[in-house]
């Protein structure tokens, strides 16, 4: 009789173990997301490179903290979100909005010379530009939003300086979470060459 049960028993681990592993191997997987910079082929606002050219300060750059995280936020209505545990950035997303707008400038001011705010070094820049970003989402219908106010200052802090709100708003190309990404990832381009050509009408 003890061997029967012993037996029941091992017979009734080994259905509980088979059922957990058939529910894990069903489980949703996740999709990552990144924003990326525009291609080296797009053409530029200057033409100086080099340790004569432009040099750029950016940051500090601040998001709401409901969106700096590695889940991608979805706008319901006027004051419902929802946070995709399975649509993800792949990286923090202040990080990426951050990164990808470094790379952008350089390419459309032609310079090496554009530096993040944490960057070590004594050399200033000849610009500052700080940024606060107040909306940078998609809607269930589809829109992306990107709502910034920025100022551009002069090394010295006071000269040039420029306080400016930017709104950007785009349709996805698709009514998916890869459609939406897609149209941030627009904003983001779009917020890159506003701050490019202001820059660049102080320069000259």
Avoid at 27 to 42: A, G, I, K, M, Q
Wanted: aromatic share 10%; charged share 20%.
């Amino acid at each position: 009789m003890t061997d029967c049960r012993g037996y029941f028993a091992w017979m009734i681990l080994a259905v509980i173990g088979m059922l957990f592993l058939g529910c894990a191997g069903t489980s949703t997987p996740s999709n990552f997301y990144l924003l990326r910079p525009l291609p080296e082929s797009d053409d530029s606002l200057a033409t100086a490179q080099g340790k004569n050219s432009l040099s750029v300060l950016v940051g500090p750059i601040t998001l709401p903290a409901y969106l700096d995280r590695t889940q991608i936020v979805t706008l319901f209505g006027n004051n419902e979100l929802t946070m995709d545990e399975f649509s993800r950035w792949a990286e923090p997303l202040k990080d990426n909005f951050y990164r990808v707008l470094l790379e952008n400038l350089s390419l459309l001011l032609n310079t090496p010379r554009i530096y993040a705010y944490d960057r070590r070094g004594p050399a200033p820049a000849e610009f500052q530009i700080i940024i606060d970003i107040t909306r940078f989402e998609s809607d269930a219908r589809g829109g992306a939003y990107l709502t910034a106010f920025w100022t551009v200052a002069g090394k010295d802090g006071d000269s040039h300086k420029i306080e400016r709100k930017s709104v950007f708003r785009a349709t996805a190309p698709t009514a998916d979470l890869k459609g939406m990404v897609t149209a941030q990832n627009r904003l983001l381009t779009k917020f890159s060459r506003e701050i490019a050509t202001t820059i660049q009408s102080l320069h000259r």
